[in-house]
């Protein structure tokens, strides 16, 4: 029941956390006719969150919860929103290694160049990919369904997903983590050299770049991290029969993307911005009904 309550204190922040980030930068594409490649890429992760946690709470909440059939549906919806998640995440630790990592090689400068025309390639393609894998699992299962049906067979004899089924989706997830990791590494070790540069040039004066820098750093890490607890989280939901250890480990999984959403927002000027506007127009509420 605690683990329960965390998770639905912490599902209230998340949710119109990203809701906040989706909004703010949907006003952004209206009023310029375009969004930058940095809000692209933190939008739909945005999204990603927020089909995510809905669709967990809406399982939590169905009177149909129970069924094997609708959990299987329901695992393969998951998995397919978190794949895209950590392909997204992954493009924006991307997108900051390319502008914060200078590296002489002609595809790393190539990439630099033309990654703003292919990001959108690489949108499609994942959510591309995603329902490809999906749809011969969901054949496998609505197939199964029917012959249980067809049988008068019970549904509690069917099999739950099976690791086999979605070897492909972990496998491609594991590379997005591998591509994550690689970018993280290179962008540390550009900064920490950044960093001394600075020090011995200026006597440790950190520029406004700089702080831009480690604040990019931030936001990489703690999606280093919530990457890491999203994919060991699907892995035990799919291995383990410990109801106790699924339980104890979803609060820990809403934190850490209720973290992750804070860095995306402390690190997006736009973002910062209109988060202070907000409270400073509250602020200033407070102030004239305390007046009146």
Same mark, same amino acid.
């Given at each position: 029941?605690?683990?329960?309550?965390?998770?639905?204190?912490?599902?209230?922040?998340?949710?119109?956390?990203?809701?906040?980030?989706?909004?703010?930068?949907?006003?952004?594409?209206?009023?310029?006719?375009?969004?930058?490649? #940095?809000?692209?890429?933190?939008?739909?992760?945005?999204?990603?969150?927020?089909?995510?946690?809905?669709?967990?709470?809406?399982?939590?909440?169905?009177?149909?919860?129970?069924?094997?059939?609708? %959990?299987?549906?329901?695992?393969?919806?998951?998995?397919?929103?978190?794949?895209?998640?950590?392909?997204?995440?992954?493009?924006?630790?991307?997108?900051?290694?390319?502008?914060?990592?200078?590296?002489?090689?002609?595809?790393?400068?190539?990439?630099?160049?033309?990654?703003?025309?292919?990001?959108?390639?690489?949108?499609?393609?994942?959510?591309?990919?995603?329902?490809?894998?999906?749809?011969?699992?969901?054949?496998?299962?609505?197939?199964?369904?029917?012959?249980?049906? %067809?049988?008068?067979?019970?549904?509690?004899?069917?099999?739950?997903?099976?690791?086999?089924?979605?070897?492909?989706?972990?496998?491609?997830?594991?590379?997005?983590?591998?591509?994550?990791?690689?970018?993280?590494?290179?962008?540390?070790?550009?900064?920490?050299?950044?960093?001394?540069?600075?020090?011995?040039?200026?006597?440790?004066?950190?520029?406004?770049?700089?702080?831009?820098?480690?604040?990019?750093?931030?936001? #990489?890490?703690?999606?280093?991290?919530?990457?890491?607890?999203?994919?060991? %989280?699907?892995?035990?939901?799919?291995?383990?029969?410990?109801?106790?250890?699924?339980?104890?480990?979803?609060?820990?999984?809403?934190?850490?993307?209720?973290?992750?959403?804070?860095?995306?927002?402390?690190?997006?000027?736009?973002?910062?911005?209109?988060?202070?506007?907000?409270?400073?127009?509250?602020?200033?509420?407070?102030?004239?009904?305390?007046?009146?």
């Amino acid at each position: 029941l605690i683990l329960y309550i965390s998770d639905y204190i912490t599902f209230l922040t998340f949710i119109p956390a990203n809701m906040f980030i989706f909004i703010v930068n949907l006003l952004t594409w209206i009023k310029d006719k375009k969004l930058p490649q #940095v809000d692209q890429l933190i939008t739909s992760i945005s999204v990603c969150n927020i089909l995510e946690d809905v669709l967990h709470k809406m399982r939590f909440l169905n009177m149909s919860y129970d069924d094997l059939m609708m %959990t299987n549906m329901y695992l393969v919806v998951f998995l397919m929103i978190m794949f895209c998640n950590i392909w997204f995440s992954t493009f924006l630790c991307v997108y900051f290694c390319l502008k914060i990592v200078n590296v002489k090689n002609t595809l790393y400068i190539c990439l630099q160049r033309n990654f703003q025309k292919i990001l959108p390639w690489l949108f499609v393609s994942v959510i591309l990919v995603s329902v490809l894998l999906s749809v011969p699992v969901i054949l496998k299962y609505l197939e199964q369904a029917t012959v249980n049906s %067809t049988l008068n067979t019970s549904s509690s004899t069917s099999a739950y997903i099976k690791a086999k089924d979605i070897a492909s989706f972990m496998i491609l997830s594991w590379t997005a983590m591998l591509i994550f990791s690689i970018s993280v590494l290179g962008i540390v070790t550009s900064l920490i050299k950044h960093i001394d540069q600075v020090q011995q040039n200026f006597g440790g004066f950190r520029s406004p770049n700089m702080e831009a820098h480690v604040q990019a750093l931030r936001t #990489v890490i703690s999606f280093l991290i919530n990457n890491i607890i999203i994919l060991c %989280t699907f892995t035990i939901i799919m291995t383990s029969h410990n109801k106790i250890l699924k339980y104890v480990i979803v609060p820990f999984y809403t934190i850490s993307k209720v973290v992750v959403c804070w860095n995306l927002i402390k690190g997006n000027r736009n973002l910062e911005k209109s988060l202070r506007n907000i409270f400073r127009k509250l602020q200033c509420c407070n102030t004239s009904n305390d007046m009146q």
